[in-house]
């Protein structure tokens, strides 16, 4: 069993949608989440991370994480054609100080106008 | 502004070549990742290292090879190209937090 798992994708949908991007993980030790975004021909870059279980919010970005459930969501709100993008999330291997990090395979993400 | 770069955004190189992917740093990191990523397969872990002429295998460590001789630089070495070595090729550093910071890439095609 992966650590990280995530759907691929693709995700479609209109601008002003509310986006649900969806990973579950293996190790209910993980406690450190993270989401990044990945802009066509870039590489990712950390969007938001949270710390231990519940919501953390900035802007229109809302991460939430469900422990008992082993379930974390990066929300979307009122999307926006300049958030089509590729969305990972990724877990820090807790048994590694080198940084390593566990990735999902990343939601492939189009808002069109 | 933290930067990482990759000595390549595109490179064709055929069957049998050796091949060398150079990614530099600028923020003084100990640790540096190189990744490929595929449709459908994500992020994966080729090999890392955490020091100058130390390095770790990653999940997917067979017809690679690494060279780390200054702390700055991380090169990932083809041996051999095979046509199932194309792919986006990612580097990434982090001083020992769990941010990564990672470069534009290299799309590596071998025909």
């Known amino acids: 069993q992966k650590e990280v798992e995530q759907d691929p994708g693709p995700l479609s949908v209109p601008e002003g949608a509310i986006v649900s991007l969806n990973c579950t993980y293996s190790?209910?030790?993980?406690?450190?989440f993270m989401w990044y975004r990945q802009y066509s021909r870039k590489g990712p870059e950390l969007l938001m991370y949270?710390?231990?279980?519940g919501n953390k919010e900035d802007g229109r970005f809302t991460a939430q994480v469900d422990k008992s459930s082993k379930y974390i969501s990066l929300f979307i709100r009122d999307s926006q054609p300049s958030d089509s993008a590729t969305y990972l999330c990724?877990?820090?291997?807790?048994?590694?100080?080198?940084?390593?990090?566990?990735f999902g395979r990343g939601t492939q993400l189009t808002v069109w106008p | 502004d933290v930067k990482v770069t990759q000595s390549s955004r595109y490179l064709v190189k055929r069957t049998g070549e050796k091949v060398f992917l150079e990614c530099v740093q600028d923020?003084?990191?100990?640790?540096m990742f190189w990744y490929r990523q595929d449709p459908g397969l994500g992020l994966r872990l080729i090999y890392f290292?955490?020091?100058?002429?130390?390095?770790e295998k990653g999940d997917i460590p067979e017809g690679y090879s690494v060279s780390r001789e200054k702390k700055e630089r991380f090169s990932l070495i083809l041996e051999s190209a095979s046509t199932n070595q194309t792919s986006m090729y990612l580097c990434?550093?982090?001083?020992?937090?769990?941010?990564?910071?990672f470069g534009p890439g290299t799309r590596l095609t071998v025909t």
């Open positions: 990434a550093s982090t001083v020992s937090s769990y941010e990564q910071y």
């Open positions: 190790n209910s030790a993980f406690q450190y």
């Open positions: 949270t710390y231990s279980s």
């Open positions: 990724a877990i820090p291997d807790r048994g590694s100080t080198l940084g390593r990090l566990y």
């Open positions: 923020m003084d990191h100990e640790n």
């Open positions: 290292s955490y020091d100058v002429k130390m390095k």
